[in-house]
């Protein structure tokens, strides 16, 4: 979880799509929930058209990627909330063949989650939060160690790297343990609409950066070698 830096806060692009409620003024945002709840009414206010050729635009910048391409495992997540949906980039890579994954809250540690095989189980419920979910038990696990991409929604996000997500933590502890370890640590690309870009989020110490972001307008790749040694990979 990312916290607003102290001050203004403005997105670096107003529009979404041309949809009236983005063309808005976006106005001071000086505290973490109001960023997040005014970011999350408004990519709620996108019409079911606007939606799919986000997906069909995020579809076609992921197929750029060469590791998207040759990946055998990926994580992805169900779209709610507004979110950008990552399913029709993940249903072409099912029939070339590739593993997918969706992330199940685990039932015993305190905001972790685990990464269950859905392609071949089809079996969903909904979780606590009323997001659908493989059922634990009846659908294999992957570690997260042996995934190969983790697509993760987003909140909002700057071109560091840095990621709000819904404020539970979830990703971040799951892959803290691959920190200063010798386990493999999965691509993590932040899916999002483009107007969900800000100027800068504040980092803390448990937050895990992205590798690269992916909108409906662009892949952004984040060098790390131009970002401050702390937030180095």
């Given amino acids: 979880m990312t916290a607003a830096l102290p001050g203004f806060l403005f997105p670096l692009l107003p529009t ?3 949809h009236p409620v983005w063309n808005e003024v976006f106005g001071i945002v000086s505290t973490l929930p109001s960023l997040r709840t005014t970011l999350r009414q408004r990519r709620r206010a996108l019409t079911t058209r606007q939606q799919q050729l986000a997906a069909t635009n995020i579809c076609q910048h992921l197929s750029q990627l060469k590791q998207f391409q040759h990946a055998q495992r990926i994580a992805y997540y169900l779209a709610n909330d507004g979110e950008i949906s990552p399913q029709t980039a ?9 593993q997918t994954y969706l992330p199940i809250l685990h039932p015993l540690k305190h905001n972790r989650l685990y ?14 939060f ?62 999002a609409h483009h107007c969900q ?5 504040q980092t803390q110490s448990w937050d895990i950066p992205l590798d690269i972001i992916a909108t409906d307008k662009e892949l952004i790749h984040i060098d790390t070698k131009t970002l401050p040694s702390k937030e180095l990979r």
């Fill in 16 to 18: 979404c799509t041309q």
């Fill in 90 to 98: 993940i249903s072409k890579v099912e029939k070339r063949g590739q």
């Fill in 115 to 128: 990464f269950a095989s859905h392609r071949n189980q089809p079996t969903l419920r909904p979780n606590r």
């Fill in 130 to 191: 009323g997001i659908a979910e493989p059922q634990l038990g009846k659908n294999p696990i992957a570690p997260v160690w042996t995934l190969d991409i983790i697509l993760l929604p987003l909140v909002a996000f700057d071109r560091a790297g840095n990621r709000m997500g819904m404020g539970g933590g979830f990703y971040d502890r799951t892959l803290a343990r691959l920190n200063n370890s010798t386990m493999k640590r999965p691509l993590l690309i932040g899916l």
């Fill in 197 to 201: 870009e800000v100027e800068q989020l």
